[in-house]
Nanobody
Framework: QLQLAESGGGLAQPGGSLTLSCTTA????????IEWYRQEPGQEREYVSC????????YYSDSVKGRFTISRDTAKGTVALQMDNLKLEDTGIYYC??????????????WGPGTQVTVSL
């Protein structure tokens, strides 16, 4: 179900930064762990990061660790993905998803439609 909404995608140069945001008007994001995935055409969707419901535990794939930061803004009801030192291979459609916990093995309950991130010279 598409109940989430991503924003903040766009074009950046290698070494640049972008900040993505995930929100919803349907329920409180605080009730769910929020994940970020990305996908390039013809490739499988790749896990990027997750933040737990309390916002005190975060997880990252090895490909983005040290460059991306996931965080919650409880006042705004959003989850952000700060992407620094972008690389060409970070290009793709980025999706946020909601699930009961970061270590929950099942599929996310809700997804957004995705936002395009393009890293190019």
């Amino acid at each position: 179900q598409l109940q989430l909404a991503e924003s903040g995608g766009g074009l950046a140069q290698p070494g640049g930064s972008l900040t993505l945001s995930c929100t919803t008007a349907i329920f409180s994001l605080e009730l769910y762990a929020i994940e970020w995935y990305r996908q390039e055409p013809g490739q499988e969707r790749e896990y990027v990061s997750c933040i737990n419901t309390d916002g005190d535990l975060t997880y990252y794939s090895d490909s983005v660790k040290g460059r991306f930061t996931i965080s919650r803004d409880t006042a705004k009801g959003t989850v952000a993905l700060q992407m620094d030192n972008l690389k060409l291979e970070d290009t793709g459609i980025y999706y946020c998803a909601a699930k009961p916990g970061c270590l929950y093995s099942g599929s996310p309950s809700y997804w957004g439609p995705g936002t395009q991130v393009t890293v190019s010279l």
